[in-house]
T-cell receptor
Framework: AQSVTQLDSQVPVFEEAPVELRCNYSSSVSVYLFWYVQYPNQGLQLLLKYLSGSTLVESINGFEAEFNKSQTSFHLRKPSVHISDTAEYFCAVSDGGKLIFGQGTELSVKP | KAGVTQTPRYLIKTRGQQVTLSCSPISGHRSVSWYQQTPGQGLQFLFEYFSETQRNKGNFPGRFSGRQFSNSRSEMNVSTLELGDSALYLC???????????????FGPGTRLTVT
């Protein structure tokens, strides 16, 4: 069965600083990877996904993630964060259609 | 296009009771998945329904069950509630067609269940 490990449970960062949220998955022949964001008292919103093709995927709000097959990683990055990016971020892998989530990383952006 | 809706948003039940949660997927979507979110266990997959049939199932006891109607709306039921069932229950819809696993899942706001 697939598994996902998010290496940091909390990441505090100052506004306009770069950030990287780390995610590793268990290896598989083919893998579909996702990053979701959850704001307080809300459901999950898809940030970006890797299905195939280019290993670098981008979201509309400045986040990007790179699929690295040799390191079984799918780290999420943003070059300059805003206060509004404060949320919990979940990395997930699709396992036969069901999503297997990591434990989540709380990103806290301070002014 | 309206998003995924879940009712009720909040629920308080007593241990031993049963509860039914409802989910209306995005129009045209045929797949509905349910997830449980708790601080200790994180997000865990419960089950998926596609065209009124359970297509996938997680590792939860039989007290957790679900169904899907012909209009794709889904309900999940938890019988004989335990304190540990307190959680945020999230529903996600997707088109459900095409290669398994690649369809984007759209999540509802969740139902927060508190068992006392």
């Amino acid at each position: 069965a697939q598994s996902v490990t998010q290496l940091d449970s909390q990441v505090p960062v100052f506004e306009e600083a770069p950030v990287e949220l780390r995610c590793n998955y268990s290896s598989s022949v083919s893998v579909y990877l996702f990053w979701y964001v959850q704001y307080p008292n809300q459901g999950l919103q898809l940030l970006l996904k890797y299905l195939s093709g280019s290993t670098l995927v981008e979201s509309i709000n400045g986040f990007e993630a790179e699929f690295n097959k040799s390191q079984t990683s799918f780290h999420l990055r943003k070059p300059s964060v805003h206060i509004s990016d404060t949320a919990e971020y979940f990395c997930a892998v699709s396992d036969g259609g069901k999503l297997i989530f990591g434990q989540g990383t709380e990103l806290s952006v301070k002014p | 296009k309206a998003g995924v809706t879940q009712t009720p948003r909040y629920l308080i039940k007593t241990r031993g009771q049963q509860v039914t949660l409802s989910c209306s997927p995005i129009s045209g979507h045929r797949s509905v998945s349910w997830y449980q979110q708790t601080p200790g266990q994180g997000l865990q997959f419960l089950f998926e329904y596609f065209s009124e049939t359970q297509r996938n199932k997680g590792n939860f006891p039989g007290r957790f069950s679900g169904r899907q109607f012909s209009n794709s709306r889904s309900e999940m039921n938890v019988s004989t509630l335990e304190l540990g069932d307190s959680a945020l229950y999230l529903c996600a819809s997707s088109s459900g067609v095409g290669p398994t696993g690649i369809n984007e899942q759209y999540f509802g706001p969740g139902t927060r269940l508190t068992v006392t």
